[in-house]
Nanobody, 125 residues
Framework: QVQLVQSGGGLVQPGGSLSLSCAAS????????IGWFRRAPGKEREGVSC????????YSRDSVKGRFTVSRDIAKNTVYLQMNSLKPEDTAVYYC??????????????????WGQGTQVTVSS
């Protein structure tokens, strides 16, 4: 019912910034909570940040609080993850995901039904 297309990954030095985009089509963001997840090689997938379907609530894991910000542009039907002060341990494939869910968004990947294709973020000098 909704398709997600990601862009914005790449290579950045420690302390640098990247912005990831997650463009939705087929449905409005108003009907979906959007989560950002990441998976590093040999590690479990972990939730990073999320935004509720009404845009009123956001959550981030402790390790990225103060550095990452999730936001949305309803006119563009796009959700963003702004990543600042990047660290080597942020290196991973990042995914956005959608779930038709009321209330606050979860940071649990199994709760989400639709996934973007993923994009590599590499933080290295």
């Amino acid at each position: 019912q909704v398709q997600l297309v990601q862009s914005g990954g790449g290579l950045v030095q420690p302390g640098g910034s990247l912005s990831l985009s997650c463009a939705a089509s087929g449905s409005t963001l108003d009907y979906y909570a959007i989560g950002w997840f990441r998976r590093a090689p040999g590690k479990e997938r972990e939730g990073v940040s999320c935004i509720s379907s009404d845009g009123g609530s956001t959550y981030s894991r402790d390790s990225v609080k103060g550095r990452f910000t999730v936001s949305r542009d309803i006119a563009k039907n796009t959700v963003y993850l702004q990543m600042n002060s990047l660290k080597p341990e942020d290196t991973a494939v990042y995914y956005c995901a959608a779930v038709s869910l009321g209330g606050d968004c979860p940071l649990v990947g199994l709760e989400y039904d639709y996934w973007g294709q993923g994009t590599q973020v590499t933080v290295s000098s």
